[in-house]
């Protein structure tokens, strides 16, 4: 079964996206986690996803080299921006591909990386996740990074909206297919912390376009409490 490239309303919005980027997760708790697992400093890391590169950019500060793949045009179109810019890295390689065929020798990978890209918890994702296995060195380690909704405001609002992706069902499904592929969860509580309310309004207006403002009734100030599902792999040495 083939996963469906999802069309990121942030391709064709990157004054929002970036906006979005800035507000997710701000204390870096997610990096955090990671770091505390699998060090970057001196490795080859992929980001699968990439998206903006955002990510990308700031595990090149650190890693060795980054491979960021990126399978929409629009998308790698903002990344070749952010890699073009003043003092921008050097050491990252954009790859025009999707999760199921990166163009990589296998165990070429120390530390991968998705975030809200393909690994969507349903069966679609099992493809890409036999190939990132693949490519992982031994001792490397995989963080797949999605939405959890069990907990959290943020998960509230999306099994109210997209109960059929976000319903405990749902959730469960998939946390039952990564736990099968030997993935370990870890919940990140986080937020989404926008410096204003109308900055926040306009990234709920990509998001959830027919749900604005049920969604903004919900909250107060300009803070939307987010638990992050942080899948974890780790190939044996």
Not at 45 to 51: K, S
Not at 71 to 82: E, G, I, S, T, V
Not at 115 to 128: D, H, I, K, S, W
């Amino acid at each position: 079964m083939s996963q469906p490239i999802y069309r990121y309303p942030g391709a064709t919005n990157p004054e929002v996206y970036e906006l979005e980027n800035s507000i997710v997760d701000p204390p870096r708790r997610i990096e955090a986690h990671m770091e505390a697992l699998a060090p970057m400093a001196g490795k080859t890391a992929l980001d699968i996803g990439a998206g903006g590169g955002l990510h990308a950019a700031r595990f090149a500060a650190a890693a060795g080299r980054v491979f960021a793949v990126e399978p929409d045009a629009d998308m790698r179109a903002q990344l070749f921006a952010r890699l073009a810019a003043p003092g921008a890295p050097e050491n990252v390689s954009v790859l025009a591909a999707g999760a199921e065929d990166i163009p990589l020798a296998e165990g070429i990978v120390d530390i991968a990386h998705a975030r809200f890209a393909y690994f969507f918890g349903t069966e679609a994702m099992l493809p890409g996740i036999a190939l990132l296995k693949r490519l992982l060195a031994p001792g490397g380690h995989a963080f797949l990074i999605d939405n959890y909704t069990h907990t959290g405001l943020f998960g509230q609002i999306c099994r109210a909206i997209y109960p059929k992706w976000s319903s405990a069902e749902a959730q469960d499904r998939g946390l039952a297919l990564y736990a099968a592929e030997g993935f370990e969860l870890t919940v990140i509580e986080s937020a989404w912390e926008a410096p204003s309310r109308e900055a926040l309004r306009r990234v709920v207006e990509m998001e959830f376009p027919d749900h604005v403002q049920a969604v903004m009734d919900q909250v107060e100030g300009a803070v939307i409490p987010y638990h992050f599902a942080v899948h974890h792999y780790q190939r044996p040495a």
